[in-house]
């Protein structure tokens, strides 16, 4: 509505004086305004705001009239008068001087073509040159006490009681008194009227004002009671006066009158303000609403403001500014919503929390079209102690001027864009629009006869980048029009929002936020010659203006094409026969609302065969109103809709897209509706010509709402959202907004005669609406926002630390819960179903259900009475239809005080249930949520059933997020934690994650030293990880052991099921992810768990889960020609120097530098081995001849995916090079290439070897040689079978063991030979090994006996030299560990996961070092 900005400014006189402003006076065009001081009169300017004249009473005057006391102006601006302490009226003609027309001149830069205008144009932006001369002064013996024009009459209340009328040329007419005993005063009209009242013995008028729409005066009595007296018939005289006394009030203090709105503010003593209506049946006073302050948003000052001082009304109406005697003011809309006020917040405390003093205003006036506040402060403003100079010049600077922007709606109710904002200042405009590029492109779209039924779609689509940023798109108004046609007073957006229209005082210009440019009238004779009276809309490219023709003294309806120059010669121009006050557009439609209280629709038709495409216009029908309207000025606003309250409100036949069916009409707040009359004889469409198709009549009004500010109504149609597209919405002020929505029968069926097609529901939102967006659910909104620059220091205080710099920040609301609560307080709950469900892809409408189960929550949980008939079972039983129930139950309960949650879930169920429903559901995450409601409600034991629940279901899913907050939440139900729940993670890795990457996430102990492996049996710690934040924290030994051992006992469990299952990744991941300690288990596993009792499906698990391809047979034998160990293979070398590089030079220096090395038999490789490996990544400073593929440095895309040849092609069929000691080049033959693109497709994806080698090492420490066996043939790597053949040799080894991996390797080269020939090389290679197996003696050895070999021993057989045969390189790195420990801690931070680009490694992980 209006909304403060900026700073007020300070006016400063030019004339130095002793006396004090005290009254601020605007005239009736408020293009002047007068300021009133003890002996001074002086008539300023309002833009640019200076002083023209000043009138100084002489001291014999002065002493004979007495100090001035009060100001009024003639309506017609030409003259003043003046009230005097003595009882004297003065009378001053307003004179413009003959030869020096203007006291100030703008002076133009050389070369301004604005210099070269018409005659006359100056005088538009120069402040006239004027003159005051007194007439005759007016006696009237008695004190005066309040001054009001009334039409061509000056009324003069007086102390002895009586009412003064005088003509304003004064002595010549004579004047009448007219005494307020004589007046017989009732409390309706209804009422004897008796004689005259003989308690207003010694009572006047303290205040009045006159109200032309009531065609009476709204008075305060000095005792309190409030009157209204108007004449029974014309004229004001004694014996033709009625009054009217409001009832019950007697603190009243001043009043101000609302001529559109016909109300009348009164303001009391104890700090509110009353404002009554004139009952249209009855006559008497009727409380419409109050305003004032409320302790819940001004608890320190809303009872402690004072008596209400002054009121003032808008020049639009549509709203008043209230301050008191304390100080302060505020701002409220015309029913009640209250906009701004000084008394809190910024305004009121500095920023280090001291008390501001409010300012106190002694007189105030509003500016042209409400863009100003004049305001005069009673104390001025400044430190009292800054010298007599200061306070003397300050006493001349306590002339305020607030700024204020406005929304368009309150002077230009037109309905072409509904869904944009759009305010205006004095010389900008604020905007909410979208890309202008999207909406350009979308503007070439329209079809061209103009129909939008069709384009509902590409309207809508950029409706939701509305709420994209809270910034405005300002665009500043063109100063060459601004200038001469100073102030804006009409402004229209169009229906895509890119494309505004202004009307100053006269003429108009739009602009286009897509060119950016502003186009103005080529000729300003044209512009100066018409001035728009009813407004201005859009409809398509053309703007519809009510216009007056000056020159023609002629009402026009003019059309101008956006495209085309802004001349007359390109408009279509339609002669009016009455004075237009409102304009609107509905489809291809124009209302016009006429001073003759007259409405008149015409239809626009674009022709196109005309040379500028100019429309036409029509008259189509004429309806008359006068029988309804008292006055055309009590006409708010005017609008065509497609609504109707008629029966064959269907879902077969939407109505919507019918023509215009009713007219809705504004009438001083009363929302009053015109139904087209169907009732007498229909003609049937077909049997009549569509151009000479009768307009139906319209029946007589219905009035559908009170109090109403603002209509919102649209013309598009969306069958989805019928609903909120098909409703009508009402800005009610203080009251909220208004919905009426249709009701429509489900599934076809025939509506319920005894139903009502429509429903008018009420609710509050927190803003002020400015527009709807229908489909979206929202109301747009403004809002005042302030910023405190305190620190500001100077000889006196200036204005910028008294006041906060204001801002207009935008807002928005959903709306939709308090709709669908009140459906269901109703029982229509079909209704609120079918509209919720038309909702239900918005994205808020999850926060829609939680506001709506918070709302009835907080109201009915926190009553102090009990409710007859709750409405939560109700709302819970309605979210149950649909998925998000549980989420949203679960979400209001997490933000809701606990003393409310047993009053939550007796309505919504038992929340031990709603947590099994989450699990069933396969809802982890909502569940845990769930968890925290029970840990709350619930005894330990049940928590911790419960959460053993969902931590093993969320193992099985590999939720590791999930599982790590479970650890910590059990632990925290063991020793008595439960005031500090687990927070809930709000996002989960999918369940198909296996991304464990092992470097980076393991808990391992690979710092055993050898004397604690020779002690006879693995001395296995028990170091559980348990994760708090982004560090991993180790578990104390000794707290909470049993707490600690029932966590272990779980993920034993599930360790040993993922092993029986052979699922080696998913453990991997597991051990990663949560610090499970794999080896020290294993150890303890390695005869029970870790045995293999079936090599060939634990191979063939092995082959799917790492993408590994099963080896193949080449056609034909190749002769490699890398055989004598001087050549490394191509295939192993790539391999290992990606892995081997990524590793070292990618990885390395995420690891502290000052961690000590772990002394394992890792740090036993030789330093060749290092050496190599280095260099086989950097391929520099190598000893030995290699090959390299030409590929860019730093490349780690996987080469050779597991199957998919086309990834190795790109490298294969490139540039090969040999590289020898001289790096010389070397060519390939075609069978090389063919072995190394053999050897490459048998391979699988590089992460998948790491992670199989990370495996090896693991098992290989934990002595499951089974496994190392399994892991040895998919690698297809005799050292390892080498390896294990020689621990099995040992007489520490069981014999089981032995038997269990011949008997293995046996039943797998059956295989081989039958099913999987690519094999079969491989065991050719390890024949020798198998011999050895059946070889070895058959000794018994204890279990426990079991001591492997020393770690340097390991370390040894597990790696030969380089150059024997293939080494795993891709590990051969040395793991940071903490001294004495025997655990690598993880680091749960970036547990991260790759996503891969070849469909066939989908479900493969990254494997990096830390």
């Not at 005759?136 to 009328?165: C, F, N, R, W």
């Not at 004049?374 to 403003?381: A, F, L, M, N």
């Not at 992460?1247 to 998919?1274: D, N, P």
Request: glycine share 6%; aromatic share 8%.
């Amino acid at each position: 509505m209006y909304f403060l900005t900026g700073w007020p400014r300070r006016l400063l006189c030019p004339l130095r004086s002793e006396e004090e402003p005290f009254q601020i006076q605007a005239s009736t065009q408020r293009m002047h305004f007068a300021v009133l001081s003890r002996t001074q009169l002086s008539v300023w300017f309002s833009r640019p705001a200076v002083l023209i004249v000043s009138y100084i009473e002489s001291a014999k005057a002065a002493s004979h009239f007495g100090p001035y006391e009060q100001v009024e102006w003639k309506p017609d601006d030409t003259m003043v008068a003046v009230a005097t302490t003595n009882g004297y009226i003065l009378l001053f003609d307003i004179v413009g001087n003959g030869e020096d027309k203007y006291l100030y001149e703008p002076v133009y830069p050389k070369g301004n073509t604005r210099v070269k205008v018409t005659p006359g144009y100056k005088e538009e932006q120069c402040a006239p040159a004027l003159s005051l001369e007194m007439k005759k002064p007016v006696d009237l013996e008695a004190p005066i006490t309040s001054l009001q024009s009334m039409q061509e009459d000056l009324v003069v209340a007086t102390e002895d009681g009586y009412l003064h009328i005088l003509h304003w040329d004064g002595v010549t007419n004579g004047r009448k008194a007219i005494n307020l005993c004589t007046i017989p005063f009732s409390v309706d009209l209804q009422s004897s009227r008796g004689g005259p009242s003989l308690d207003f013995e010694g009572v006047f008028i303290r205040d009045m004002e006159y109200c032309v729409t009531l065609d009476g005066i709204a008075m305060v009595f000095n005792d309190g009671r409030l009157a209204f007296i108007t004449p029974v018939a014309s004229g004001f005289t004694a014996n033709q006066l009625q009054g009217i006394l409001a009832p019950d009030v007697a603190d009243g203090t001043c009043v101000a009158v609302n001529n559109k709105y016909r109300l009348m503010a009164f303001g009391c003593t104890s700090g509110s303000v009353l404002v009554f209506t004139i009952d249209g049946t009855t006559g008497s006073m009727q409380l419409s609403h109050k305003l004032e302050l409320t302790p819940k948003h001004y608890p320190d000052i809303w009872n402690k403001t004072g008596p209400v001082k002054l009121i003032r009304w808008s020049p639009d109406c549509s709203v008043a500014m209230v301050t008191w005697e304390c100080g302060g003011l505020s701002l409220w809309s015309v029913f009640g919503a209250h906009l701004i006020c000084t008394l809190g917040e910024d305004f009121a405390y500095r920023s280090d929390g001291t008390k501001k003093d409010p300012v106190k205003i002694s007189s105030m006036s509003w500016g042209a079209e409400g863009y100003h506040l004049w305001v005069i402060s009673i104390d001025g403003i400044g430190s009292p102690d800054s010298g007599m100079e200061t306070r003397v010049s300050l006493k001349q600077a306590t002339i305020l001027q607030f700024n204020f922007i406005k929304s368009a709606l309150t002077v230009n109710p037109c309905t072409s864009n509904q869904e944009q904002v759009l305010l205006h200042g004095e010389d900008r405009l604020y905007l909410t629009c979208g890309d202008p590029a999207q909406a350009h492109s979308a503007e070439h779209r329209l079809p061209q006869d103009g129909n939008l039924l069709h384009t509902s779609t590409s309207l809508s689509q950029g409706l939701s980048t509305l709420l994209g940023h809270r910034h405005w798109h300002v665009v500043q108004i063109h100063s060459t029009y601004l200038e001469s046609n100073w102030p804006i007073r009409f402004a229209a957006i169009d229906t895509l929002g890119q494309c505004v229209a202004v009307a100053g005082k006269c003429g108009f210009a739009h602009y286009s936020l897509f060119t950016r440019k502003w186009k103005l009238f080529g000729n300003i004779t044209q512009e100066q010659n018409m001035t728009v009276t009813g407004g201005l809309a859009w409809w398509n490219d053309f703007i519809v203006i009510a216009c007056y023709n000056l020159i023609d003294q002629q009402e026009e309806l003019r059309l101008y094409l956006r495209s085309s120059n802004l001349d007359n010669a390109f408009a279509n121009i339609t002669k009016l026969h009455s004075d237009t006050l409102l304009l609107n557009v509905f489809r291809n439609m124009v209302i016009l609302f006429r001073a003759d209280c007259s409405i008149c629709l015409y239809s626009i038709e674009r022709n196109q065969d005309s040379p500028n495409h100019i429309a036409s216009i029509e008259l189509l029908q004429e309806v008359s109103m006068s029988r309804y309207i008292p006055h055309p000025a009590l006409v708010v606003s005017v609008t065509l809709t497609s609504v109707r309250t008629e029966t064959g409100i269907t879902l077969k036949a939407p109505q919507q897209a019918c023509a215009a069916e009713s007219i809705m009409l504004n009438l001083a707040g009363q929302l009053i509706m015109l139904q087209r009359d169907r009732s007498g004889p229909q003609v049937r469409e077909k049997e009549s010509l569509p151009n000479q198709k009768k307009l139906l009549p319209f029946c007589p009004p219905v009035v559908l709402a009170q109090c109403v500010e603002n209509v919102w109504t649209t013309c598009r149609t969306n069958k989805q959202k019928r609903h909120l597209l098909e409703a009508l919405w009402l800005a009610c002020g203080e009251a909220g907004m208004k919905v009426w929505l249709p009701l429509f029968p489900r599934d076809h069926r025939k509506p319920h005669s005894f139903l009502s097609r429509r429903i008018m529901l009420p609710f509050h939102i927190n803003i002020y609406p400015l527009a709807v967006l229908f489909e979206d659910a929202l109301v747009l909104g403004a809002t005042n926002e302030t910023v405190l620059y305190d620190g500001l220091q100077g000889a006196r205080e200036p204005l910028e630390t008294l006041f906060p710099f204001c801002t207009v920040e935008r807002t928005s609301q959903i709306y939709l819960h308090h709709i669908l609560r009140q459906l269901l307080v109703r029982n229509l709950g079909e209704q609120a179903l079918l509209l919720a469900q038309s909702c239900a892809g918005l994205p808020y409408f999850p926060h829609v259900l939680e506001l709506m189960v918070h709302v009835v929550l907080e109201e009915e949980a926190t009553s102090r009475e009990p409710i007859p008939d709750p409405l939560l079972p109700t709302v819970a039983k309605f979210i149950t239809e649909f998925p998000l129930f549980l989420q949203t139950i679960v979400h209001c309960a997490r933000k809701t005080e606990y003393a409310l949650w047993n009053y939550l879930f007796a309505a919504v169920g038992n929340p031990k249930d709603l947590f099994e429903e989450c699990l069933m559901a396969q809802d982890l995450d909502t569940a845990a949520s769930y968890l925290i409601i029970l840990q709350n409600m619930e005894v330990p034991a049940v928590s911790r059933q419960h959460a053993t629940l969902l931590f093993n279901t969320a193992l099985e899913q590999g939720k590791w997020d999930l599982c790590r907050h479970m650890i910590r939440f059990l632990k925290a139900i063991g020793s008595g934690e439960s005031e500090t729940p687990p927070t809930t993670p709000t996002t989960q890795e999918p369940s198909t994650t296996g991304g464990f990457e092992f470097f980076r996430h393991r808990s391992i102990s690979l710092s055993q030293s050898a004397e604690s492996l020779a002690s006879g049996k693995f001395s296995i710690q028990k170091t559980l990880s348990m994760p708090s934040g982004p560090s991993a924290k180790r578990w104390s030994k000794d707290n909470d052991c049993a707490e600690n051992m029932y966590i272990d006992m779980m993920l034993w469990r599930h360790a040993r099921r993922l092993l029986e299952e052979v699922r080696l990744k998913d453990l991997g991941c597991f051990s990663a992810q949560l610090g499970f300690e794999l080896i020290g288990w294993l150890c303890k596993e390695r005869t029970r768990a870790a045995r293999v009792d079936d090599f060939i499906t634990a191979l063939k698990r092995l082959h799917k889960d790492f993408l590994w391809p099963f080896p193949v047979i080449p056609a034909c034998p190749i002769n490699s020609p890398f055989r004598n160990g001087r050549y490394r293979t191509v295939g192993e070398r790539l391999l290992k120097s990606q892995s081997a590089d990524s590793l070292l030079n990618s990885e390395m220096d995420t690891a502290p530098p000052s961690a000590p090395r772990s002394h394992s038999w890792l740090n036993t490789l030789s330093t060749e081995q290092k050496e190599m490996d280095t260099a086989s990544s950097h391929g520099a400073h190598t000893q030995e001849a290699f090959l390299s593929p030409l590929v860019i440095k730093g490349d780690e895309c996987s080469i050779g995916s597991a199957t998919d040849l086309t990834e190795t092609s790109s490298v294969v069929d490139g540039d090969w090079t040999m590289v020898d000691e001289n790096f010389s080049t070397l060519s390939l033959t075609q069978s090389e290439l063919e072995h190394i693109s053999m050897e490459l497709a048998n391979k699988g994806p590089n992460k998948s070897q790491v992670q199989l080698r990370y495996l090896l090492h693991i098992f290989m420490e934990a002595g499951c040689l089974e496994w190392c066996v399994i892991i040895g043939l998919i690698l297809r790597e005799t050292a390892i079978i080498n390896q294990v053949v020689n621990f099995l040799q040992s007489s520490e080894v069981p014999v089981e063991t032995v038997q269990n991996i011949r008997n293995g390797l046996l039943a797998v080269d059956n295989w081989a030979t039958t099913d999987c020939l690519g094999y079969k090389p491989f065991f050719d290679l390890i024949r020798p090994h198998l011999q050895k197996l059946v070889e070895v003696t058959a000794e018994q050895v204890q279990p426990e006996a079991f001591q492997p070999v020393s770690v340097s021993k390991l370390t040894e057989q597990v790696f030969p030299r380089p150059e024997d045969s293939r080494s795993p390189a891709g590990i051969s790195v040395s793991l940071p560990s903490e001294p004495g420990s025997s655990v690598i801690r993880p680091t749960e931070d970036n547990v991260g996961k790759e996503q891969e680009e070849g469909p066939l490694e989908k479900g493969t992980y990254d494997c990096t070092l830390s």
